[in-house]
């Protein structure tokens, strides 16, 4: 009851001390914000890695697909679905000097 009725405040302890027990409670609340703060872009931080990680893997998928659809013999089989009259180049290129 003493320290609920608030009679503790009056010791003279608390007294001469109140400017740094107001310190420190501003300090404690400042600590506790900032750990709020650095949880939260902790989580975004992984929220963010996960998504990169998914993105990597769908463009290695993508880069494999189109790696194999440029292959010379997917290319020529196309042509022929596509009813295209292509021919396969019978003379090696060459280039032009200047």
């Given at each position: 009851m003493y320290i609920l009725g608030?009679?503790?405040l009056k010791e003279d302890f608390i007294l001469r001390?109140?400017?740094?027990i107001a310190l420190?409670?501003?300090?404690l609340f400042f600590y506790i914000s900032n750990r709020y703060s650095c949880i939260m872009k902790?989580?975004?931080?992984?929220?963010?890695?996960?998504?990169l990680r998914d993105l990597k893997i769908k463009s290695l998928t993508i880069s494999a697909q189109?790696?194999?659809n440029t292959r010379?013999?997917?290319?020529?089989?196309?042509v022929k679905r596509q009813g295209l009259d292509l021919e396969k180049?019978?003379?090696p290129?060459?280039?032009l000097k200047k």
């Open positions: 608030g009679g503790i001390h109140t400017r740094m420190i409670v501003i300090l902790i989580r975004e931080m992984d929220t963010l890695q996960h998504e189109l790696t194999s010379p013999s997917q290319v020529e089989e196309l180049a019978t003379i290129p060459y280039k």
